[in-house]
């Protein structure tokens, strides 16, 4: 039996903020004072150590930060762009996918400071740049797999799922590919890596999944032991999740791990383009990359910054078993709704074992 979780559903794109909420960071300095303002998935609590740090350095700017869902971002800086009014001078958001048609259409601004070292795969047109690079992971309880080997790839998934004993079945969990944009982007760039996927996702209808619209509801029940296994959760929020957790394993696939990353722009209507830009150098210099891989718990993308937390770190590690998305076009086309429909239908076949 598949159950359908719908915790959080807001459209097509899930990892970002629950509600929308606006916070302004007075100048620390009111002297000729400028206004910089931010479109942003990701929560103003876990922002603050970067905005914080950035104003020390432009103590006369004052910083208007809006906390909203992914989609919202996207379809807010049409409407003000197409209305002729000004919109934010910064877009910070999970939906690499989103980012890249606003870019591709005309509504990112060309960004030439940009470190020359900086991944060719993450940016495009020097108008969307990645500014993290975190893994698709699977997670699990540790004490589930006490007397049970856990799987090192998706091919020892599919086996251990197809035939589950009690001690799994009921006890897979993923995302809903229909409620979050998260599950879908890593689901469609499987698919990319393995024309066998299909028969993971065959196993896991097999082995009853349960589909879930948040990396927090997979997470928690994984650490309480409510689920064995999580696939395809993004592994900065299991991270953070595992320092709290003991019981919560974590496992980057051996056969391929995609990587996201979070993607910026400087919009085309930006009210003060400048300080977007700024701001943005800020955040891609070797400073603010620090700030987010320590403080912020984002792994770092450049490459001359050193940590756990960090690309450079993982692909020692880990090799090319790592699969970064590319940011380019290829990340739209699944934005096609007919596309989209068709990828969910093969999805909802297999997971029946049709």
Excluded: C
Aim: no cysteine; glycine share 6%; proline share 5%.
């Amino acid at each position: 039996m598949i159950i359908r979780m719908a915790l959080l559903t807001i459209g097509i794109h899930l990892f970002s903020a629950v509600a929308s909420a606006q916070t302004v960071l007075p100048a620390l300095n009111s002297v000729n004072s400028k206004s910089l303002t931010i479109y942003s998935s990701l929560d103003e609590d876990v922002s603050k150590p970067l905005l914080q740090a950035y104003q020390k350095l432009r103590p006369n700017v004052q910083i208007i930060y809006h906390d909203l869902q992914t989609l919202d971002i996207y379809e807010r800086t049409i409407q003000e762009t197409d209305a002729g009014k000004p919109t934010a001078d910064l877009l910070f958001s999970s939906a690499m996918d989103l980012q890249v048609k606003l870019a591709n259409d005309g509504y990112a601004q060309t960004v030439s400071d940009v470190p020359s070292s900086w991944p060719k795969w993450a940016m495009w047109q020097k108008s969307a740049f990645g500014l993290t690079f975190e893994p698709s992971v699977i997670v699990y309880h540790k004490p589930s797999f006490k007397d049970h080997q856990r799987p090192r790839n998706r091919t020892e998934l599919s086996e251990l799922l197809r035939h589950p004993d009690d001690i799994f079945y009921g006890r897979i969990g993923t995302y809903d590919i229909e409620q979050s944009g998260l599950g879908f982007l890593f689901l469609a760039r499987d698919i990319e890596h393995d024309r066998d996927l299909w028969k993971l996702v065959n196993s896991m209808g097999t082995a009853g999944v349960k589909l879930y619209s948040s990396s927090s509801a997979i997470l928690e029940r994984v650490s309480d032991g409510r689920l064995a296994v999580g696939y395809n959760i993004l592994g900065s929020y299991a991270q953070v999740w595992s320092e709290k957790n003991p019981s919560l394993g974590i496992l980057l696939p051996e056969d391929y791990t995609v990587v996201m990353s979070r993607t910026a722009l400087v919009p085309k209507s930006a009210r003060e383009p400048e300080l977007g830009k700024d701001f943005l150098a800020f955040t891609m210099s070797q400073t603010g990359q620090t700030i987010m891989a320590d403080q912020m718990k984002l792994p770092a993308i450049h490459p001359s910054v050193v940590g756990d937390n960090t690309a450079s770190a993982f692909r020692q590690k880990f090799g090319p078993r790592l699969r970064p998305i590319t940011i380019g076009p290829g990340l739209v086309v699944y934005l096609d709704q007919v596309k989209r429909a068709r990828f969910i239908k093969r999805w909802n076949k297999s997971l029946r074992g049709e």
